[in-house]
């Protein structure tokens, strides 16, 4: 029983300390509040275009993959700047190596995102205004 409260203690404690960790995040990165701002905008664009069960699970999926990949990157220039807080080419292959996985992930994200809405925004033009 006390075993199985402080179990539970444990796991709630770990939701607090991830939660602090996206917050801190959120306070000092600055893509990460950029990428914040364009999911909304593809959100709503999301929403206005009225997706499709696959086209939204590919949204979700770039959406979400992206925070993780940015909050990873995060966690990796941290523990770069501690260990290594004097210039090391070791510690620059660290850095870039993460913010080159961040990058992959950002060009997937867009090529997904052309394959989705392009042809709904020519329709919609098409429609409008052709
Ligand atoms: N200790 C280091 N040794 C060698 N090169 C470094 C070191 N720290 C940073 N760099 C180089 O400088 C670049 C910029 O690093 P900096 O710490 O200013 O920004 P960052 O933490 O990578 O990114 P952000 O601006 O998103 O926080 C890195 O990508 C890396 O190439």
Not at 42 to 51: D, E, N
Request: aromatic share 16%; hydrophobic share 60%.
């Amino acid at each position: 029983m006390n075993t199985d409260l402080k179990g539970r203690n444990r796991f709630w404690k770990s939701f607090i300390f991830a939660f602090s960790g996206i917050y801190h995040a959120f306070k000092t990165e600055k893509n990460l509040r950029f990428h914040f701002a364009a999911s909304i905008i593809v959100t709503i664009f999301s929403i206005a275009f009225h997706l499709q069960l696959v086209e939204w699970l590919f949204v979700i999926i770039c959406i979400f993959g992206m925070f993780s990949l940015e909050l990873i990157n995060t966690a990796i220039e941290r523990i770069v700047d501690l260990a290594s807080p004097a210039y090391h080419p070791l510690a620059k292959q660290a850095k870039d190596v993460a913010a080159a996985a961040v990058l992959c992930f950002a060009f997937m994200t867009i090529i997904i995102g052309c394959i989705i809405f392009i042809p709904k925004i020519v329709h919609f033009i098409r429609l409008y205004f052709g």
